[in-house]
């Protein structure tokens, strides 16, 4: 199957400063990438959807001038957390999307970030 | 009401049991469905898509029912590797967009 990285792994970091995750898809070219996030107990939420060259589109109640998404190219796509509270700590997680043979859409996850804001 | 709703568990089973996950679905426009697992602390993994017809994949079969928005997973024969957290995940194309939203997941612990 398809590899996605994301780097760095795990951050901790303090209020106030700003930490940007890497997302790459390692072996295949992802025209759209997904952000989540996942806090403790609970299920993976969408945060944002970016195409390749184009804005992100946020899901309602994402701040986007908080969580800048780029999308430069087709392997790469960053998410940067500015301003960091410890509200924000979680677990982040990016996947990249192929478009099967039946052109079912697949989602390949990356490892995931594990966010800790002190 | 969510829009992927799943009993959260935990399912305790001994090893060999046979398990049944169901999950039901809101949005009638949904596509796709799958169901993922995924470890404490890890990213989901793909474990099948589920299909009208319904599928199997070894010890793993998933079922469908479009007319109910039920999706169902059931697992013979439980291994101790099988636990984990088990998301029922749907994908609805919506103004172009692909959005997979996942369920909160039922949580399986297969006992020896």
């Known amino acids: 199957g398809a590899v996605v990285s994301q780097h760095p792994s795990w951050v901790i970091c303090k209020s106030g400063t700003s930490v940007k995750i890497e997302c790459r898809s390692l072996?295949?070219?992802?025209?759209?990438m997904f952000w989540y996030r996942q806090f403790p107990k609970q299920s993976l939420m969408l945060m944002a959807t970016?195409?390749?060259?184009?804005?992100?589109?946020?899901e309602q109640g994402v701040e986007k001038d908080k969580f800048l998404i780029n999308h430069a190219s087709l392997t790469l796509s960053t998410l940067t957390v500015t301003s960091a509270h410890p509200e924000d700590s979680s677990f982040y997680i990016c996947?990249?999307?192929?478009?099967?043979?039946?052109?079912?859409?697949?989602?390949?996850f990356g490892p995931g970030t594990r966010l800790t804001v002190l | 009401r969510k829009e992927v709703e799943q009993d959260p568990g935990p399912f305790n089973v001994p090893e060999g049991a046979t398990v049944a996950f169901n999950c039901t679905y809101s949005?009638?426009?949904?596509?796709?469905f799958f169901w993922y697992r995924q470890d404490c602390r890890k990213e989901p993994k793909l474990l099948m898509s589920?299909?009208?017809s319904g599928n199997e994949d070894g010890r793993f079969t998933a079922q469908l029912n479009r007319a109910s928005q039920y999706i169902s997973l059931l697992i013979r024969d439980s291994k101790l590797s099988d636990s984990a957290t088990y998301l029922c995940?749907?994908?609805?194309?919506?103004?172009?967009?692909?959005?997979?939203?996942f369920g909160s997941g039922t949580r399986l612990q297969v006992q020896p």
């Open positions: 949005n009638s426009a949904s596509q796709s």
């Open positions: 995940v749907v994908n609805k194309r919506d103004t172009g967009r692909r959005a997979l939203t």
């Open positions: 996947s990249g999307a192929s478009q099967g043979l039946t052109g079912t859409d697949t989602q390949y």
């Open positions: 072996d295949f070219q992802a025209t759209t």
């Open positions: 589920v299909y009208s």
């Open positions: 970016s195409n390749e060259g184009s804005k992100a589109t946020y």
